[in-house]
């Protein structure tokens, strides 16, 4: 009944919704102040369980709980952001903000490597206008960027005429076959850890061939070098996509113009030739000048975004190497992790939707975590913690027979 309750907590948009679908699906009669606070509980035990691990493999006595080693890895870490408001102040939202909720998707993968570059053009949804539009759209959202992108440009196709974006091939590349994810609400320096003891539990480390994948974030690539140093570092392509765009719509004289730059500078740096897309921009720039420091520059001053696009790209191009990641038969976007973000997103963001922080915050985040981890740690955690009916009792914790 407890794992209806936390599951269905989890599961829906909100804790009064896990409470009607409780009491009219389930036949469970409970209020939904008894779902908050049992869905609580249980995800301050799992936020426990996790930092327990991270400190046992800090203290290098945390063990792989798998049979075998996976032969193909990948971790790819991101963020999104939550509404809090702080606790213990009485009714209402007080000192509300918005706060980084950082995520890990750490997944087992199928692949085998090439000689050659098994996919040396761009797929075809990365030339599609209106699929473009909606990506770049998503990921600004997501950064907490404005959601607004440049209209789709450069052709009538069929997701054109349609008024949607097409569907389009997503780039081939790994399979994935098991995925779990890490979440918290600390800072990075937590987080790094917390995301390493789970790897380590799955033996990551053994694994023949390993990803790290993120975006173009600092805290990041620290993360990177200071638990996953031996991962082949990437880039996120997708983001990459954000970047080119922006600076070919900042730049092209006309639509059609900023679309065949676009489409120039994106397949420049799918098949690993950032260097000319860095030239290119300097060339731009050199004609633009630079926006004058210290002075307020609107964000889509074209000059801002060329300056903005080659300190990105100048920064990341020595993790941009895609034709040699597909050949290794690794991912080359974070396409996981962005998924996951949304999964996190539709169960903590809404209107007037506000998280105690931190404990309500970082209860729930823990709570999806395990609901989303393919790995059903949720049940597990539940039928196994202390006072459950389930749970065998050891020799030691029977309670001694009463005399007579």
């Not at 990948?74 to 963020?79: P, Q």
């Not at 102040?89 to 085998?112: N, T, Y």
């Not at 569907?167 to 850890?193: H, N, Q, Y």
Request: glycine share 8%; hydrophobic share 35%; net charge positive.
């Amino acid at each position: 009944m407890l794992y209806k309750v936390v599951h269905a907590a989890g599961l829906l948009k909100s804790f009064a919704l896990a409470g009607r679908a409780l009491r009219d699906l389930a036949e469970i009669d409970i209020s939904d102040r008894q779902v908050t606070r049992l869905s609580e509980e249980v995800g301050a035990e799992l936020a426990h369980k996790r930092d327990e691990a991270a400190q046992q493999r800090r203290r290098r006595e945390l063990q792989p709980q798998v049979a075998s080693a996976p032969e193909v890895v990948a971790v790819e870490v991101d963020g999104g952001k939550m509404a809090t408001r702080a606790s213990g102040c009485g009714p209402g939202v007080h000192d509300h903000g918005w706060r980084e909720h950082k995520v890990a998707c750490l997944a087992r993968l199928q692949s085998e490597p090439h000689e050659a570059d098994p996919q040396p053009d761009p797929p075809s949804c990365f030339t599609d206008p209106a699929y473009v539009a909606r990506l770049v759209r998503q990921v600004r959202a997501q950064a907490g960027a404005a959601a607004e992108a440049p209209p789709a440009e450069g052709g009538q196709g069929p997701a054109d005429q349609a008024g949607q974006p097409a569907a389009g091939p997503e780039p081939s590349g790994p399979v994935r076959l098991v995925s779990t994810c890490v979440a918290t609400l600390r800072d990075s320096k937590a987080f790094g850890p917390m995301v390493a003891a789970e790897a380590q539990q799955r033996d990551f480390y053994a694994a023949p061939r390993r990803a790290f994948l993120a975006d173009g974030q600092r805290y990041n690539w620290s993360i990177h070098r200071t638990y996953f140093k031996d991962f082949e570092p990437i880039t996120d392509f997708i983001h990459v996509i954000d970047y080119v765009h922006a600076a070919a719509f900042a730049v092209g004289p006309d639509p059609p113009g900023r679309w065949s730059l676009y489409r120039e500078w994106m397949t420049a740096c799918w098949q690993g030739r950032v260097a000319e897309v860095i030239e290119a921009l300097r060339g731009w720039q050199a004609r633009l000048g630079e926006p004058p420091q210290g002075a307020d520059v609107d964000e889509q001053d074209p000059r801002r975004v060329v300056a903005r696009v080659l300190t990105y790209l100048g920064n990341n191009a020595p993790r941009m190497d895609y034709p040699r990641y597909r050949r290794l038969g690794l991912p080359v976007t974070s396409s996981l992790v962005e998924s996951l973000i949304g999964e996190f997103n539709y169960r903590v963001k809404g209107k007037d939707k506000y998280w105690d922080r931190p404990e309500g915050a970082e209860a729930i985040l823990q709570v999806r975590a395990a609901l989303l981890s393919e790995d059903d740690r949720l049940k597990r955690h539940i039928l196994n913690r202390p006072g459950s009916h389930y749970r065998r009792r050891r020799p030691a914790e029977r309670p001694p027979r009463k005399a007579g």
